[in-house]
């Protein structure tokens, strides 16, 4: 699975979008981009996901660049309930559980 | 409500001892597995099972037992052997999205916190 690169921590105001960027340059054509967040002490949950495409569900957009090798959760309008960390997975779809976990970026909303 | 019940919650033990976190699927996934948390870190991949009757070692394996007799159900024993045992453990199952390609999503459960005293 390529390798991400996140900022360990980035701050938001209540009510503006959050932008967490990741890096993948090493993405292969086959791998997905995965976004899971993990709010303090529960379990990841999953957010969404990309191939090429950019898109759109109830949680969140997912911005990938036509070279693929970064993407960018946007969370349109954050409240402190967003406050967690988030995490960027990319693999191929064949084992979702071996999926690597970084240490994710550190999102905190502030009111 | 489908989802993954993990118990218990928080658990402590004395050196020595084995203690079991049990591990419950009702999403009628085929896949299940069990990761490690570390304070401040990322989660690493304990063991897996694909189907019933067969399991993988993850990454840290060691010190650490699993069995996959039903569908639904993934325990994970802590032994004796794992010198660190304290952490957060999460278990999960996977699932594929229709439509998407075969694309692969985990649901979680809430975790257990083991606390070795």
């Known amino acids: 699975d390529a390798k991400t690169t996140q900022p360990p921590s980035m701050d938001c105001a209540e009510g503006r979008a959050a932008n967490l960027p990741c890096n993948h340059s090493?993405?292969?054509?086959?791998?997905?981009v995965y976004w899971y967040r993990q709010i303090h002490s529960q379990g990841p949950q999953y957010i969404i996901h990309?191939?090429?495409n950019n898109e759109t569900n109830e949680m969140a957009s997912l911005i990938i660049t036509e070279d693929r090798k970064s993407s960018t959760l946007i969370l349109p309008h954050a409240t402190l309930r967003d406050t967690a960390v988030y995490y960027c997975?990319?693999?191929?779809?064949?084992?979702?559980?071996?999926?690597?976990f970084g240490d994710g970026t550190t999102l905190t909303v502030k009111p | 409500d489908g989802g993954i019940t993990q118990s218990p919650k928080y658990l402590f033990r004395k050196e020595g001892q084995n203690v079991t976190l049990s591990c419950e699927q009702n999403?009628?996934?085929?896949?299940m597995y069990w990761y490690r948390q570390d304070p401040g870190q990322g989660l690493r991949l304990i063991y897996y099972?694909?189907?019933?009757?067969?399991?993988q070692k993850g990454d840290i394996a060691e010190g650490y037992s699993v069995s996959r007799e039903k569908k639904e159900s993934f325990p994970l024993t802590v032994t004796s052997a794992q010198k660190n045992p304290t952490a957060f453990y999460l278990c999960?199952?996977?699932?594929?999205?229709?439509?998407?390609?075969?694309?692969?999503?985990?649901?979680f459960g809430a975790g257990s916190r083991l606390t070795v005293l």
């Open positions: 999960a199952s996977s699932r594929v999205i229709a439509g998407s390609s075969g694309a692969n999503v985990l649901t």
């Open positions: 090493t993405i292969s054509g086959n791998e997905y």
């Open positions: 990309g191939l090429k």
């Open positions: 997975i990319v693999r191929v779809d064949t084992n979702a559980g071996k999926s690597t």
């Open positions: 999403l009628n996934h085929d896949a």
């Open positions: 099972s694909q189907i019933v009757n067969d399991f």
